[in-house]
């Protein structure tokens, strides 16, 4: 079992950079290039129940989530960079595990873009929220993660990982020419987005400190009481 997980997370890895990868090729494409992202996730789903009945209400709970983390967007879109999209992400894949977090976070991204805008940006963002939730799920039975200090460092390295992945699309949508691609002109370019990665940092900080423990209380009694994604 573990060496199949093992297959399918290359599988994954390799499929979501061909992705990206086309995203930047052929920009027109986007949208059925944000399908196949989702596609994949869909794929990350079956992976995860492949050897147990899937329960619906799961898909439930995992719909109802990315709609909260897809519309948490809404109301922040005028505050460059502040929203509560990947506290959401992060908490789900912290109770949840890896695979329902990645799930959430590239439904999320793909379903609020159905309403803030689609663009080649599209697929990016639902691979960077993917991993956010991924990544939460990977590392939440380690000290690091079950205290407070640890999420909220978790959070604050996200807000400049996720800024970091879109300034990898950004800057190659800018430069268009492998000549332009140095390390400098990247560094430059990521430079000027460090304010805004920082407001990311700040609100994923203050989401948690306002909304952290009673976010873990809740899911966690929903996954007991239930027995939900066990």
Excluded at 11 to 38: D, Q
Excluded at 52 to 57: A, G, H, I, M, Y
């Amino acid at each position: 079992m573990r060496n199949f997980k093992k297959v399918w997370a290359i599988v994954f890895l390799l499929l979501a950079g061909i992705l990206l990868y086309l995203t930047m090729r052929f920009e027109n494409s986007y949208l059925w290039i944000s399908f196949g992202m989702v596609f994949i996730s869909i794929l990350f789903f079956f992976v995860r129940f492949e050897s147990r009945k899937v329960e619906p209400r799961e898909i439930v709970l995992l719909a109802v989530l990315a709609a909260i983390a897809a519309v948490g967007r809404i109301p922040f879109a005028s505050i460059p960079s502040v929203q509560p999209t990947t506290f959401v992400i992060m908490m789900a894949g912290f109770v949840f595990g890896a695979e329902s977090g990645f799930i959430i976070g590239a439904v999320a991204a793909l379903a609020s873009n159905m309403i803030l805008g689609q663009g080649p940006w599209t697929p990016w963002q639902m691979a960077a929220w993917g991993l956010v939730g991924l990544t939460a799920g990977l590392v939440r039975k380690t000290k690091f993660m079950n205290r407070k200090l640890g999420r909220i460092f978790f959070g604050i390295i996200w807000g400049y990982l996720f800024g970091l992945i879109m300034n990898v699309w950004g800057f190659l949508a800018v430069t268009q020419a492998e000549s332009h691609i140095t390390i400098k002109a990247f560094l430059i370019y990521f430079g000027g987005s460090i304010l805004f990665d920082t407001f990311h940092s700040v609100s994923n900080v203050i989401f948690f400190l306002i909304f952290g423990d009673i976010w873990i209380k809740i899911l966690s009694r929903f996954k007991r009481k239930y027995g939900l994604l066990e």
